[in-house]
């Protein structure tokens, strides 16, 4: 009896701290002049000025204000295709993961897109390559072409390469970088055990040639720097 009006006078106790909690959350929100939108903070200013530069075709813009849309996927999806056409990587990411399963027209597509993106040494594409090539899901499966991509994760992220190349990391954060390591490991592992030495001796002299050719600056970086002159005029 006490056990069970301990219990509900805890959760009234709770239930109360909560709403007192929202109330203060409220004010701040009118005093920094804060909306919440689609589960996201954002100031009205901020909001609108995302939405002209989206507008305008920014592929930044378009793809983060995708963040602040409600109840419109269409428009999410028409956003993040246009970013990801205009060679945004993050926004090819997700457009890729999108359509990949679509058909297989679709999936060769995709993997088209990622192999330009993971040329140029962007990690979150060769990892997502690494895997649909041993799945299939980026056309044709091939154990031997995800070990290749598994390689050239792995190579690019020693230490001597990072420091040589400028690997566009810029939004990968460190948890984000340990899970992508951790996969393309996974994805090493599982085929070496299947694979001849033949294959994997080839497979890992494809990924160091992928490493020789990492341009210094990525074509998205040149791009995007044009595109910030462009605007500062």
């Not at 962007?122 to 031997?144: F, M, Q, T």
């Not at 992220?157 to 690997?167: M, S």
């Not at 497979?203 to 040149?222: Q, S």
């Amino acid at each position: 009896m006490i056990t069970s009006f301990i219990s509900k006078r805890t959760l009234i106790l709770l239930l109360i701290g909560l709403a007192l909690a929202g109330v203060v959350t409220f004010f701040v929100l009118q005093a920094r002049n804060t909306t919440w939108v689609s589960g996201n903070y954002i100031e009205p200013h901020a909001l609108q000025k995302l939405e002209q530069d989206a507008a305008a075709g920014d592929p930044v813009a378009q793809y983060g204000l995708t963040l602040y849309i409600e109840n419109d996927q269409k428009k999410i999806d028409d956003l993040i295709e246009s970013a990801a056409k205009s060679g945004y990587p993050p926004a090819i990411i997700t457009y890729t993961d999108d359509i990949m399963r679509q058909d297989k027209q679709s999936g060769v597509r995709a993997c088209r897109m990622l192999k330009d993106t993971a040329k140029e040494g962007y990690l979150p594409a060769i990892v997502v390559l690494s895997e649909c090539s041993e799945n299939g899901e980026c056309g044709r499966k091939s154990n031997k072409e995800a070990l290749k991509w598994a390689f050239f994760a792995r190579l690019l992220l020693e230490e001597k390469n990072i420091n040589k190349k400028i690997l566009y990391l810029y939004d990968v954060d460190k948890l984000s970088l340990e899970s992508a390591k951790d996969r393309a490991a996974s994805v090493e592992r599982r085929t070496r055990d299947v694979l001849n030495s033949n294959d994997i001796n080839q497979a890992e002299t494809a990924a160091k040639a992928l490493v020789t050719k990492v341009p210094k600056k990525c074509r998205w970086c040149v791009q995007n720097d044009e595109r910030m002159k462009e605007s500062s005029k």
